[in-house]
């Protein structure tokens, strides 16, 4: 059965608007024996998901009968397949979406809702941790998709450089950690400049500048929709973005070079090369056993706290993906099978161990989620993690904030720090735009 949807005015970014459309799929797919699958790259490589996931799903097939297509697709280009796909008429019927896209996904109709019933066929809300459940969609509306995949933000030092500059524990608030990031800023070889920093950052991703704006802000006690209405430019909002941009430039902590970072990968050598001790990113798992690093190199604490009166404890956005089934599927208790099986406690223990990311249910345990690194995580989304804004703008607020940000610190890096008036009337201008749908 063909449905089509329409995306209210105004709610979503340029482009952002879903047109009618149908699963794709043949004579198999209409009599419910092909379902296909588009997840998202959530390993180093594309070929690397496949051999994840390509026996799992086989599982799948073994107990069901339903034969999956899988087609894994970058994040960075996403988000693009998902418009391309409904406007040509042809998308999947299962697919990830990044979780802050929920909203903005679910105001167009394009996504199916998850109502109670079909909640309780996974088990239910409780299954799922509290905070990346609020991930799935517009606050007050049935969920526009389910829990897959979660991150959190987590701070890693590099012990060896700590204990040559005499630190003995990470910092516990952010006022610490700046002071221990200037003990490990350094002139190592006598030149006069620094050559090891404090802290490295990847400068040029819009998103990430984003995430460190609006975790620094929220943690100040910044709201940028109160009573569902764009507001960024507040004083705790202008404060966390002062502080992010004065890492680099008040504080002298960052290499000014690191503003030309694009990718995770600079910043990952840095850190394990020796040129920065800490480093703020979202839960590893394995990754940096590719730079050559084991847990005896490195160590995993919490975000620092804030201590600023009237501020929050907020450690982390929550970050992740989430999965969902698109309303178009001919083949809907297929789909909805699907997700059952993804967010099993088995397979979320088999993936989220595979991936190094957090289980989106409380039910999945296992060796992989005992690790100093894993109960930090674990105990940041139960405590301090705070969703993105669950508003259909939301996409709109991530692109604008983060490409000024991004300009900001580029900005900072040539010794032009922006004041706080200049930071406070673009993002005023910034929430006009989102105001206006523009």
């Not at 797919?29 to 180093?44: C, M, N």
């Not at 697709?73 to 042809?90: D, H, M, R, V, Y």
């Not at 905070?131 to 030092?157: E, S």
């Not at 997700?339 to 999945?364: C, H, M, W």
Request: glycine share 10%; aromatic share 8%.
């Amino acid at each position: 059965m063909r449905r089509s949807w329409r995306a209210p005015l105004g709610v979503l970014t340029a482009g952002l608007v879903l047109l009618a459309g149908t699963a794709c799929g043949g004579d198999d797919a209409a009599e419910g024996k092909v379902l296909t699958y588009w997840a998202s790259q959530q390993s180093p490589s594309v070929q690397r998901d496949k051999e994840i996931l390509t026996p799992e799903l086989a599982k799948f097939t073994a107990r069901t009968g339903i034969t999956v297509r899988l087609e894994v697709i970058p994040f960075t280009e996403l988000l693009n397949k998902i418009l391309t796909a409904t406007t040509s008429g042809q998308g999947p019927d299962v697919l990830n979406i990044g979780n802050t896209w929920s909203a903005s996904l679910q105001a167009t109709g394009a996504l199916m809702p998850w109502d109670e019933a079909k909640l309780g066929t996974l088990g239910g809300a409780a299954r799922f941790e509290p905070a990346a459940l609020q991930t799935t969609g517009a606050q007050g509306k049935a969920p526009a998709a389910v829990p897959l995949y979660n991150k959190v933000y987590q701070l890693y030092y590099n012990k060896k450089l700590f204990t040559a500059a005499g630190l003995t524990k990470p910092p516990a608030t952010w006022d610490e950690f700046v002071t221990t990031a200037k003990k490990l800023t350094r002139d190592t070889t006598g030149d006069g400049k620094p050559d090891q920093w404090g802290l490295s950052l990847r400068g040029q991703a819009a998103t990430v500048a984003l995430h460190y704006a609006y975790i620094l802000g929220s943690a100040q006690g910044a709201e940028y929709f109160p009573g569902g209405k764009p507001a960024f430019d507040s004083p705790p909002a202008v404060a966390g973005i002062r502080q992010y941009l004065g890492w680099m430039g008040s504080d002298k902590v960052v290499n000014p070079s690191d503003a030309e970072n694009a990718d995770w990968a600079d910043v990952y050598e840095a850190f394990a090369g020796g040129k920065a001790g800490m480093m703020l990113v979202q839960t590893l798992g394995r990754t940096l056993a590719d730079y050559k690093l084991s847990p005896d190199d490195y160590g995993v604490a919490p975000m620092p706290a804030s201590t600023v009166a009237g501020g929050k404890d907020v450690g982390s956005f929550v970050g992740g993906t989430n999965v969902a089934v698109f309303a178009s599927t001919r083949n809907e208790t297929g789909a909805i099978d699907l997700v059952k099986f993804l967010t099993s406690a088995p397979e979320q223990v088999t993936l989220n161990t595979a991936y190094g990311t957090i289980p989106a249910v409380r039910d999945a345990t296992g060796p992989a989620f005992e690790s100093p690194e894993m109960k930090i995580a674990r105990q940041t989304i139960a405590t301090r993690a705070v969703p993105m804004p669950r508003v259909p703008q939301e996409t709109q607020f991530e692109t604008l904030i983060g490409k000024n940000v991004v300009a900001w610190l580029a900005d900072t890096a040539t010794g032009k720090q922006p004041t706080d008036a200049q930071i406070s009337a673009a993002l005023q201008a910034a929430a006009g735009k989102v105001s206006a749908g523009g």
